[in-house]
């Protein structure tokens, strides 16, 4: 009713014919309809329905005072009949009434002002781990290798059974690995552990995809190892594997030296040392230049701390998978009479710290902004 003159007087009666009567009610009717649809807020219509219905001295009321008792004996019948009627219709109005809203209403509401200056919001980075990890990726996908994916959660069987590491064999212990608990009622391949390599997801893919394969493997593993300056308890690692008949040894060398060229620059050499896992016969230890030094052991007059003056690096540990593991799949293609392959597999956190020059690995982990906004 804002900026509208209330306009509605109850009229006295002096004529009582029906049409005058006719004209009286509807004059009410209309004005009631109007004043409803002013409504805009809690309070006028509250205020709307007093005026209306207010026992003292409300519209109601007054039609009530002015129709029918100024009415003379032969018309109150009919007069009578007719305000009913219109305190019925004016009731229902009036208790239907509600809160209106206008279009300049919800238009002036929804309005923005495109000249308020906007919320700047902080833009991310990639985390120094995950841009290492895409960058080994990327290095492999471009050599025509795809990505596989498996769980974290693992059943003893992939992590270790289908790798050659037998039940209670020794080199189970390299492992440190942290069990589920709660398990001991299932058969021993079914016991849920967290995978302490991306290896098991080797056998997992070998499962749905018959050779040839190419594939590079990302994912977080878990050790049990207290957090220390080079230790942590979760980390990432790539595992690679390439599955053909005819991949030889020389293909793994070929593979490893330039994907160390693709990721630590052209001039670094690699060096494979002799080393063992179950999965993989032979197993080697690949070692790349120091790339902190150059391979002199030196920074100018220092000892060189990341290859412990030695000139070398280990990056990652390989070698031609083991036939006892194309067992384990034979009956998807994988025949060991007919197809060889060869595995490799690297922390990432580790290059990445190498890559870096960070001295403490812990702190790709505790979320510090002002460490990660460096790598921005
Ligand atoms: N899974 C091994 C580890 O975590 C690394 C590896 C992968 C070695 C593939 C050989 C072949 O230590």
Sequence with gaps: MKNKIVSYIVPKLTDYSAAALEKAVGECIAACKSESEEVRNDAELKSFRDRWMARKNGILTQINDLWLKGAAKDAK????????????????????????????????????????????????????VIKTRNEIVGVFERLGYSVAEGPVVETDYYNFEALNFPPNHPARDTQDTLFIGAQQSKPQRDRLLLRTHTSPVQIRTMEKMRPPIRIVIPGTVHRNDPPDASHSPMFHQIEGLAVDTNITFGDLKGTLDHAMKALFGSSVKTHFRPSFFPFTEPSAELYVTCFICGGSGK?????????????????????????NVFEFVKDNGYDPKKVSGFAFGMGVDRLALLKYGVDDIQLFFQGDVRFLQQFG
């Design 299 to 323: 920074r100018s007059s220092d000892p060189c701390r990341p290859c412990k003056q030695t000139g070398w690096i280990e990056v990652l540990g390989c070698g031609m998978v083991d036939p």
């Design 77 to 128: 019948r009919e007069a009578g009949i007719r305000v009913n009627a219109l305190k019925a219709r004016i009731t229902e109005m009036v208790d239907a009434a509600h809160v209106a809203e206008t279009d300049a209403d919800s238009l002036s509401a929804e309005r923005v002002d495109i000249s308020l200056p906007g919320i700047r919001r902080p833009i991310g980075a990639e985390h120094p």
